[in-house]
């Protein structure tokens, strides 16, 4: 019964210490979305902190780190365990479609020096008092957002809410997308368009110019500081 009920995690519960330790596997999405993974954790750090899971019907083969001390020294040596190749871990049907497609140059999948200087980038517009003086435009549009949702039939939480919270708080830093009444629905959509690859990072596509342009100019202005 995969409805996150008791019953379902302590049936998984009872699995993950039942299941030989070689064929245990933590890609198990429904585990996550009942809260029942937990237990599978557990073991491995007992038993096998450093552990490899074969090539399956839906993932390729991947290690799991779930010690906090093995996961500091994975994390911090950047040298041997690079984050170029991806910091998720994809379906082989997502992978497959996302190979088709150009890989983009997003810092969080960037290793140091690179990572390092558009952290220094993007970390001003999220410091303590930036985010004060946002908390009330977000938390209005944030409202708007919330009091669309249908009511009475089911509905993408990520698709009407996820997204569209995302992409306002992105065009909220991008001035030069904002209307003069100082919203930004358009720069929403163009944002929205651009995150989720309804209209592709190209140099031809309005929204890649503005957002391009706007974040050369910072990292320019940050290179300067």
Same mark, same amino acid.
């Given at each position: 019964?995969?409805?996150?009920?008791?019953?379902?995690?302590? %049936?998984? $519960?009872?699995?993950?210490?039942?299941?030989?330790? +070689?064929? /245990?596997?933590?890609?198990?999405?429904?585990?996550? *979305?009942?809260? %029942?993974?937990?237990?599978?954790?557990?073991?491995?750090?007992?038993?096998?902190?450093?552990?490899?899971?074969?090539?399956?019907?839906?993932?390729?083969?991947?290690?799991?780190? !779930?010690?906090?001390?093995?996961?500091?020294?994975?994390? #911090?040596?950047? +040298?041997?365990?690079?984050? $170029?190749?991806?910091?998720? /871990?994809?379906?082989?049907?997502?992978? $497959?479609?996302?190979?088709?497609?150009?890989?983009?140059? !997003?810092?969080? %999948?960037?290793?140091?020096?690179?990572?390092?200087?558009?952290?220094?980038? *993007?970390?001003?517009? *999220?410091?303590?008092?930036?985010?004060?003086? &946002? !908390?009330?435009?977000?938390?209005?549009?944030?409202?708007?957002?919330?009091? !669309?949702?249908?009511?009475?039939?089911?509905?993408?939480? *990520?698709?009407?809410?996820?997204?569209?919270?995302?992409? &306002? #708080?992105?065009?909220?830093?991008?001035?030069?997308?904002?209307?003069?009444?100082?919203?930004?629905?358009? $720069? @929403?959509?163009?944002?929205?368009?651009?995150?989720?690859?309804?209209?592709?990072?190209?140099?031809?596509?309005?929204?890649?110019?503005?957002?391009? @342009? %706007?974040?050369?100019?910072?990292?320019?202005?940050?290179? /300067?500081?």
């Amino acid at each position: 019964m995969d409805d996150g009920s008791v019953e379902f995690r302590e %049936a998984a $519960a009872a699995e993950a210490w039942a299941t030989p330790i +070689e064929a /245990l596997n933590p890609a198990q999405s429904d585990l996550f *979305v009942n809260d %029942a993974m937990w237990p599978i954790f557990d073991r491995l750090r007992k038993e096998s902190p450093v552990h490899w899971t074969p090539r399956g019907d839906e993932y390729d083969g991947f290690w799991s780190i !779930s010690r906090y001390q093995d996961i500091m020294a994975v994390d #911090t040596n950047h +040298e041997v365990f690079s984050s $170029a190749d991806g910091i998720v /871990l994809q379906s082989l049907e997502a992978k $497959a479609e996302s190979d088709k497609r150009p890989r983009g140059n !997003s810092f969080i %999948a960037m290793d140091p020096p690179g990572h390092d200087i558009q952290r220094k980038t *993007v970390s001003p517009a *999220v410091a303590p008092q930036n985010l004060q003086a &946002m !908390s009330p435009i977000i938390r209005a549009e944030a409202g708007k957002i919330l009091d !669309s949702l249908p009511i009475g039939v089911e509905f993408d939480w *990520v698709d009407l809410v996820s997204k569209e919270l995302t992409a &306002m #708080t992105l065009a909220l830093r991008l001035p030069l997308c904002r209307d003069i009444s100082g919203e930004a629905p358009k $720069a @929403t959509a163009r944002a929205k368009d651009c995150a989720t690859g309804s209209r592709p990072w190209t140099g031809t596509s309005r929204c890649s110019v503005e957002v391009t @342009t %706007a974040w050369a100019d910072r990292c320019f202005a940050t290179s /300067l500081t």
